[in-house]
C-alpha cells in the first residue's frame, strides 16, 4: 500500500509486476498510458496492469492518492479466465472507490492481518467483477452454513493467533473469495469483524473482573490497547477504561 502527496514530482516512464490500484483523494493527475493521456480527478480509481508503461504527474497544483498494488492472483478470486482485462484503465464507482480508501485508511493505522486478509481480496474481487472484461463466477458456495460455523469455531479456538483466511480455505478445499462469500452469507459480516465482536465479548468479561484493558487486550488477540479501544467504539460506543469503570462497583 501506498500513500502519496506530491507538487511538481512526476514519475518517469516505469511499469510493475504487480496491478497499480490508485484512488485519487486531492486534486488531480495525468497518466500517460496506452498511448493517451488519462487525467485522474478526486474520487475517480485507475487501474494499470502489470508490464504497462505509465507515467504520473500532477495536472495541476498539488495531487495526493492511495495506491494497492496487488499481484495479479489477489484479482482473479470470483471470476473466469485467470488475469483480467480492464478496457477502461479509468473507473467512476463512488461506492467502490469510498470503500477502497477506507480499507486503505484503516489498514495503514490498524494492520490487522486478518482484518487485511478480508476486506482487501474482497475488494479487489469487486473491481474485477464489476469492470474487467472476465465473467463472474457463481455466487453460490454448497454448504455456506456449514463452512461458515466451521471457520467461527476456528477463529474462537484459536482467539489470539487466528489462522490466515488462505489457510483456513486451502483446509476446507475452497477459494478465499468462497469463504468469504460463504461466511458474510451466514453470518452477516466478514470473518474479521465477527472475530473483533467476539474478542470484544471476552474482553467485557474480564474488564467486569477488574482487568486493565491494556493486559486485557493482548489476553483477547488485540494487537494492542488502542486496537481493542478502537472496535469497543465500533461495538460498544465507549471506551475499554471507560466500560470498566462503569461496570466496577
Known sequence: MLTARFDRH???????EEFSVGICVLGASCID????ALTVGEGSIVVLAPGEVHTGESAYGTYAYRALYPAPTLL??????????????????????????????????YPDPLEAESR?????????????????TSDTVPGAGTIALAVRDRLADELQAPPSLA????????SRYQLLRAFRTTMGMPPYAWLAQYRVSRARALLELGGRPAEVAGQVGFADQAHMTRWFGRVLGVTPAAYRTGVRP
Open 76 to 109: 482473479t478470486d470470483g471470476i473466469l479466465g485467470g488475469t483480467p482485462h480492464f478496457r477502461e484503465p479509468l473507473l467512476d464507482d463512488p461506492v467502490l472507490a469510498a470503500a477502497l480508501r477506507i480499507a486503505h485508511t484503516e489498514l495503514s493505522t
Open 120 to 136: 482487501v481480496p474482497w475488494l479487489l474481487t469487486a473491481l474485477a467483477r464489476r469492470h474487467s472484461t472476465a465473467r463472474p
Open 10 to 16: 512526476r514519475y518517469a516512464p516505469h511499469t510493475h
Open 33 to 36: 498510458y496506452r498511448g493517451g
Open 167 to 174: 489457510d483456513l480455505a486451502a483446509d476446507l478445499g475452497l
